[in-house]
């Protein structure tokens, strides 16, 4: 577990980072997101004891990075943006290397041909670094942060230089690593976070700005409640009935063509009226052609939190 408690941190008069406080549980996996410089780097390098706070906690599975290093490290994997690699070893030197340096007591080479098999690495072992692709070189980096089986994984930009097949494989293997260790991915593409974490923290001007899943903040964040559905019905009849269900406020009709016409619903707050609007239309075999939400995607939730605009959250606080 990651637990961050009024964490400051201080250059000179700039607030890097401003008395922020947030959790990762065991198996569960946080997006970090911010813009360039709001503090993002700063907690990263704090969180691997790269760097002191001015203020605050940064307790690593139990341990303080500040007061006990050396065991809250011990719990850590990092990979950094840039994989710190020696480029002139080959990849069973480097794998064995960081083995000695981590002070592992597992097995070595079980241990080690179990990271190479899972990052997929097998086939560049005997390689050196040097010669290997941007994508081959960026899995070596995450096999180093395997290393030790740790319970904590750290990952920045992990997806770097990588082909959309290698990105998909690497972004299945994080949700895999999830079941089992706590991670932190920090990542500039909004889709993979998206798709890979289970709750988003986003820091701004040295500040968090949100801590939730993607799915809540996007609920949040939208003043809004609407559908827009397409029905293959009588546009008059479908719209009469559409207003009869309890939690609709408004219906408006967009378009109306040959095999279908387009409505705009707008239900209550916390209302769903997705399965009624399904059994009404059913019961007239009136046939849904499509349905979709009016939900921001993680790249507007970000935006709306980093770029200064008045956000409207439920309760119509701002």
């Known amino acids: 577990m990651i637990e961050v408690r009024n964490l ?85 030197e480097y794998l064995n290397f960081i083995y000695d340096l981590k002070k592992c007591t597992m097995p070595r080479n079980t241990h080690i041909a179990d990271i190479c098999r899972l990052v997929k690495i097998e086939d560049v072992y005997k390689r050196v670094i040097k010669n290997l692709s ?21 990952l920045d930009e992990p997806t770097v230089g990588l082909d959309p097949s290698q990105i998909i494989e690497i972004r299945t293997l994080i949700k895999k690593l999830g ?54 019905g009588p546009a008059k009849e479908v719209m009469e009935l559409i207003e009869t269900i309890q939690g609709v406020k408004s219906v408006t009709l967009v378009a109306e063509r040959e095999s279908y016409s387009e409505f705009t619903i707008e239900s209550e707050e916390d209302a769903d009226i997705r399965r009624e609007l399904f059994s009404r239309m059913a019961g007239r075999n009136w046939y849904i052609i499509e349905l979709k939400t009016s939900e921001l995607s993680l790249e507007d939730i970000f935006l709306r939190l980093t770029m200064g605009e008045k956000i409207k959250l439920k309760g119509g606080k701002e």
Do not use: W
């Open 134 to 154: 941007k994508g081959y070189k960026q899995r070596v980096g995450l096999a180093q942060a395997l290393v030790g089986n740790p319970n904590v994984l750290i």
């Open 179 to 232: 079941r089992n260790h706590t991670v932190i991915l920090s990542s500039h593409i909004l889709s993979e976070v998206q798709a890979v974490c289970d709750k988003i923290v986003v820091i701004n001007q040295g500040k968090i700005v949100a801590d939730d899943t993607a799915e809540h903040l996007s609920s949040s964040l939208s003043g809004e409640h609407k559908l827009s559905v397409k029905i293959d």
């Open 8 to 92: 400051s941190k201080h250059f000179g008069d700039k607030k890097a980072v401003d008395g922020i406080s947030f959790k990762a549980n065991d198996g569960e996996i946080l997006g970090f997101l911010g813009p360039n410089g709001a503090g993002k780097s700063t907690t990263m390098n704090i969180l691997t004891g790269y760097i002191s706070s001015t203020a605050g906690e940064a307790v690593i599975d139990g341990n303080d990075i500040l007061k006990n290093p050396v065991k809250a490290k011990a719990s850590i994997g990092y990979l950094p943006e840039q994989p710190p690699l020696y480029m002139d070893m080959t990849v069973k």
